[in-house]
T-cell receptor, first 115, second 116 residues
Framework: AQTVTQSQPEMSVQEAETVTLSCTYDTSESNYYLFWYKQPPSRQMILVIRQEAYKQQNATENRFSVNFQKAAKSFSLKISDSQLGDTAMYFCAFMINFGNEKLTFGTGTRLTIIP | GAGVSQSPSNKVTEKGKDVELRCDPISGHTALYWYRQSLGQGLEFLIYFQGNSAPDKSGLPSDRFSAERTGGSVSTLTIQRTQQEDSAVYLC??????????????FGPGTRLLVL
């Protein structure tokens, strides 16, 4: 079974600063996908970024980037030049690359951007 | 709209009553998932539909929970004899491909269920 751990229940940062959210996972699989989802107060889960485990290059999407360390089973999210609209719950999620494609989620990190 | 829709947005019910939650996936998406998000928790997988294959019900917490997907599109999650511990946000997601291939899951806004 796969597990995902987010050890930071809450974080806050000043607007325009950089913040890193941590995520570790445990799996015996070699092929899998990792995701960061954002959930604002509206409850809508929004995909922030995804990473395929077979790719060594870290994924980036504008101000969002990941530090994927496969050997350490670590998948952190860096948000640069943070904005007020980044305030939300952030969930790290894991999906194996075969069979049932259900997502396994961490418990989330509540991020608050301070004006 | 083009996204996943869910209804109702909020539902308050009395303990022991049955409830039905509806999910309308993105048009053309063959796979549909139900997740449950309890207060302060991450999302917990409930059930997965892919095309005409038998659904994966491995995440359903009890036999009071059931789901169906009619015509490969709309899905209904039914909770019978609701209990207070069923109170949660129920999220639906859909994606374009099924078993063996991976794609991003797109989520609906969820239904917040409160059992009194």
């Amino acid at each position: 079974a796969q597990t995902v751990t987010q050890s930071q229940p809450e974080m806050s940062v000043q607007e325009a600063e950089t913040v890193t959210l941590s995520c570790t996972y445990d799996t015996s699989e070699s092929n899998y996908y990792l995701f960061w989802y954002k959930q604002p107060p509206s409850r809508q889960m929004i995909l922030v970024i995804r990473q395929e485990a077979y790719k060594q290059q870290n994924a980036t999407e504008n101000r969002f980037s990941v530090n994927f360390q496969k050997a350490a089973k670590s998948f952190s999210l860096k948000i640069s030049d943070s904005q007020l609209g980044d305030t939300a719950m952030y969930f790290c999620a894991f999906m194996i690359n075969f069979g049932n494609e259900k997502l396994t989620f961490g418990t989330g990190t509540r991020l608050t951007i301070i004006p | 709209g083009a996204g996943v829709s869910q209804s109702p947005s909020n539902k308050v019910t009395e303990k022991g009553k049955d409830v039905e939650l509806r999910c309308d996936p993105i048009s053309g998406h063959t796979a549909l998932y139900w997740y449950r998000q309890s207060l302060g928790q991450g999302l917990e997988f409930l059930i997965y539909f892919q095309g005409n294959s038998a659904p994966d019900k491995s995440g359903l917490p009890s036999d009071r929970f059931s789901a169906e997907r009619t015509g490969g599109s709309v899905s209904t999650l039914t909770i019978q004899r609701t209990q207070q511990e069923d109170s949660a946000v129920y999220l639906c997601a859909s994606t374009t491909v099924g078993r063996g291939l991976q794609e991003t899951q797109y989520f609906g806004p969820g239904t917040r269920l409160l059992v009194l």
